[in-house]
């Protein structure tokens, strides 16, 4: 048992013995000519493996990620309330023979806006009750489609521009002079809706309060302007039909236009009434005369 076990043991180290034996006997052009075969046969096996496979493997089609739906272009919104206001400031301007100002805006969107769907309609304004388009407003815009949204928009709208202002402080009892006044820029304020921007607008008129130096006048601070002014020698007319009859007279009281004063006629000395009609210019109404209550 124990030889048995001996030669098992001794038998393979024998052959493999005689076979490192048999491989040294080959002649160095074969040995050499195995080597390259042999390196060229795992090179092959290590280039078959990085190889990109004949056919790729199919793409999960749920895996795609669609392109999100376009929404509202923020600036182009912004550029709509935009046109909104100026056009709107423009209106006013023109109505009250403004010139030479710098309008200018800030407008504010919410931030969801990029995640509403386009407006197919042009959009509706809802804002309004805004007479004159300075300072903060609001603006609610409503898309008509269906279904549509709402959204409300914030601007800040800014004007800066050339008015007539109080040079000098001013008592109420005091008709304005040129001197009195001056004209300056002025960043306009909601209030000033009716500022003047000629001092013409506001010579020989009187102030209803008491304006203090460096402040914007408005035409509703003043009292309509004087035509005729108590002393003044005035031109009287008389018409009946096609017929006129021209007079002078002196003016007793100060008169507004389309107010009543009474004037004495040059001619005769008589006190009669006459309605202003223009600078220094009347026109009779009858031969007595009307308490102006300002006398």
């Avoid at 080959?26 to 390196?39: D, E, K, M, S, Y």
């Avoid at 309004?128 to 609610?140: A, C, E, I, N, T």
């Avoid at 107010?259 to 009858?286: D, F, H, M, R, Y």
Wanted: net charge positive; proline share 8%; hydrophobic share 35%.
């Amino acid at each position: 048992m124990k030889r048995h076990t001996h030669l098992a043991i001794i038998g393979p180290t024998f052959n493999f013995c005689r076979t490192r034996r048999r491989v040294a006997q080959f002649p160095p052009r074969l040995t050499g000519l195995f080597l390259a075969a042999a390196l060229l046969l795992i090179g092959g096996k290590s280039l078959a493996s990085t190889a990109l496979p004949a056919h790729p493997a199919p793409v999960d089609s749920t895996a795609r990620k669609t392109a999100p739906t376009p929404g509202v272009d923020p600036n182009a919104l912004k550029q709509f309330v935009r046109d909104y206001w100026q056009q709107r400031f423009t209106q006013h301007a023109q109505r009250v023979n403004w010139r030479d100002y710098h309008w200018q805006s800030e407008i504010s969107i919410p931030e969801a806006v990029s995640k509403l769907p386009p407006c197919r309609q042009p959009y509706r304004v809802e804002d309004s009750q805004v007479k004159f388009p300075v300072g903060r407003h609001s603006l609610r815009l409503r898309c008509p489609d269906s279904p549509g949204w709402v959204i409300t928009t914030r601007s800040q709208i800014s004007v800066l521009m050339p008015v007539v202002v109080a040079r000098v402080a001013t008592g109420q009892e005091h008709y304005l002079q040129a001197n009195d006044l001056a004209v300056t820029q002025v960043l306009l304020t909601p209030q000033m809706d009716d500022v003047l921007t000629d001092p013409a607008q506001a010579i020989g008129r009187r102030p209803q309060r008491s304006l203090r130096a460096g402040q914007p006048v408005r035409n509703r601070m003043l009292e309509a302007a004087l035509l005729v002014r108590k002393g003044d020698k005035v031109s009287l007319t008389l018409a009946e039909g096609e017929m006129s009859i021209s007079m002078q007279g002196t003016a007793l009281q100060d008169g507004q236009k389309g107010e009543t004063i009474s004037i004495k006629n040059e001619k005769s000395g008589k006190v009669i009434s006459a309605s202003v009609s223009g600078p220094g210019q009347l026109l009779i109404v009858n031969e007595t005369p009307k308490v102006n209550p300002k006398e």
